[in-house]
């Protein structure tokens, strides 16, 4: 147990899912602890830097901060680019992914009278905004990855924003031929492979059903 | 075309500010281009010079950076603000989000509704002195240096400064049980670059008014 990154944050993927599949495509082995939902401040009263989690518990530091989690990790496994102008490029790529993926993780929190404009929303921008930016830099380039010729954040994030948006809309890349194989062959690298298999550490979807209790904990 | 950076972003603080701060604090001259109407912000989408159809934008070292922290990362980086190596960077990251998420509700308080305003207000007041502020208070009580991370200046202080000032535009007093911060913010404003960034002519913008809410609603159909 000891030495291996411990995980604190509720049984959902919500701002832990990036980091989960970050240590996964590294080949990172973590020690999962689930936050039962009444104790969330107090399981981990004076560990949490601002009384928020996602919290790992990493290299003797509790991080906080999901994107300062997600960078120590990237650069630690060399998943960050070789020099300041990759990172650069890893970085404006990944931010606009996180966006799209907080528009669609916060399509279930959506009241049942704005759930279908949401959803317009959703697949405008990734088919709009987001998806031809990553077809084009994959066309221009013709390299496996998006950066460097060589496996990054980049492109783990962006998998896993496609898997996201194909569970809100199947057939959402239809347009987009270069991420179809981008999506199948980065799904098939090892690591990333057996974390998509169940049993793994991945996280289902939030189901409706779970939103009360979740905005109990976190509200 | 000089070699300075060139910021692209309306005449008013919004995501680009803290890039502002960033520069002068490193000492780095840069140019600015408004975005005054809705079709300026076209004209920069039609010329395909922003990935993401997104400000701010910088061009900077031959590229077209867009999305503030992947701007900001790039800055710190290069002008060693970004600590020495990866833990002291996981710290101001650390650091870095906490102060965005503050800044981040100090922000959009001129766009949300007047009705909701007060109760905005308080909750930002009661952020910044019980969730962040004891924080950056506690670091420079356990360690006793002048800086955040690594006894030297880094990204984390600049922003940390920006913060403690646009609290103090919301409630003067807010440092009032922050002795060390209010240290911090003396000294770090005397910083040079910082100094000069402070006062009156400098690239700094003023804090958004309703007329200015106006203005970037209609540029950016929000």
């Not at chain 2, 930002?124 to 420079?140: D, H």
């Not at chain 2, 690239?203 to 008014?209: M, N, S």
Request: with cysteine; hydrophobic share 40%; glycine share 6%.
């Amino acid at each position: 147990m000891s030495g291996k990154p411990k995980l604190h944050y509720f049984n959902g993927r919500g701002r832990m899912e990036s980091i989960r599949w970050l240590l996964a495509a590294a080949g990172v082995e973590v020690c999962l602890y689930r936050m039962s939902p009444c104790l969330v401040p107090f399981s981990l009263d004076g560990s949490l830097l601002f009384q928020q989690v996602p919290m790992v518990e990493i290299d003797g530091m509790k991080m906080v901060q999901s994107r300062a989690i997600s960078n120590y990790i990237a650069a630690k496994y060399n998943l960050y680019g070789k020099d300041l102008k990759e990172r650069a490029l890893i970085d404006m790529y990944v931010e606009a992914v996180i966006d799209l993926n907080e528009l669609l993780m916060t399509h279930t929190f959506q009241p049942a009278d704005k759930k279908e404009q949401h959803f317009a929303t959703i697949v405008d921008k990734a088919t709009n905004r987001y998806f031809p930016v990553y077809e084009k830099v994959l066309k221009d380039h013709g390299q496996d990855f998006l950066v460097g010729n060589r496996l990054s954040r980049a492109d783990v994030q962006l998998l896993e924003t496609l898997l996201m948006a194909e569970e809100c809309k199947p057939d959402i890349l239809v347009k987009f031929p270069l991420l179809q194989s981008f999506k199948a062959r980065i799904s098939n690298i090892p690591t990333i492979k057996k974390f998509l298999q169940p049993g793994s550490q991945r996280k289902p979807p939030l189901q409706e059903k779970d939103v009360p209790k979740l905005m109990k904990i976190f509200h | 075309m000089s070699g300075k950076p060139r910021l692209h972003y309306t005449n008013g603080r919004g995501k680009m500010e803290s890039i502002r701060w960033l520069l002068a604090a490193a000492g780095v001259e840069f140019e600015e281009e408004f975005i005054e109407t809705k079709e300026d912000l076209e004209k920069l989408r039609n010329d395909g010079v922003l990935m993401f159809q997104q400000v701010p934008m910088v061009e900077i070292d031959g590229m077209k950076m867009v999305q503030t922290r992947a701007i900001l990362s790039y800055i710190a980086a290069k002008y060693n603000l970004y600590g020495k190596d990866l833990k002291e960077r996981a710290w101001i990251d650390m650091y870095v989000e906490g102060t965005t998420d503050l800044m981040g509700m100090i922000m959009y308080l001129p766009f949300q509704p007047a009705d909701t305003k007060e109760k905005n207000l308080a909750l930002i007041i009661e952020r910044a002195t019980t969730r962040y502020f004891p924080v950056y208070e506690k670091a420079l009580k356990d360690h006793g240096h002048d800086y955040l991370v690594g006894n030297k200046l880094s990204w984390a202080d600049i922003h940390l400064l920006e913060a403690i000032l646009m609290a103090e535009e919301c409630k003067p007093d807010i440092l009032s049980a922050f002795p060390l911060l209010q240290a911090f913010k003396g000294r770090t404003s005397n910083i040079p670059t910082i100094k000069k960034f402070l006062q009156p002519g400098s690239q700094r913008k003023p804090p958004t008014d309703e007329k200015f809410v106006v203005i970037v609603r209609k540029i950016f159909n929000i």
